[in-house]
């Protein structure tokens, strides 16, 4: 822990770019591969019960 201030401070802020960028490229993946509409299919479907 004897980092001098300025890493400390710049850390959090590349953590946070990072977790954006993966944020949305996991948007674009879902929308690329139409995950909705399956979504959408799977809750029209009704499983029989056991």
Partial sequence: M????????????????????????SRLARESSRFKSYVAREKCIDFPSA
């Fill in 2 to 25: 004897n980092e001098p201030i300025a890493a400390r401070v710049t850390k959090p802020t590349h953590k946070r770019q990072q977790f954006l960028k993966n944020l949305e490229n």
